[in-house]
């Protein structure tokens, strides 16, 4: 049996089989479509927060850690495409 002449993991991950390829340019247009999505949401949801929230530090609290849990997932979806 003749030996191929690439490797399906040179251009992206095999998918067991299937002869699914994933290329990591693909990861990233992904990733901005989420992230275009996740901006639109924060801005809705940072405004209502503070149109209707009564207590202003519980809105804080609530922004503080929306945003601080959201960069992290963030920074792991752009390490994880990094390393792939």
Known sequence: MEEPIFSPLEFGLDLSGTGLTVNPDILWLILSVVFLIFLIFSLILV????????????????????????IFLILGAVGSILLF
């Open 47 to 70: 405004y209502h927060w503070n149109k209707f929230g009564f207590h202003a530090l519980a809105v804080g609290v609530a922004e503080a850690v929306y945003f601080a849990v959201s």
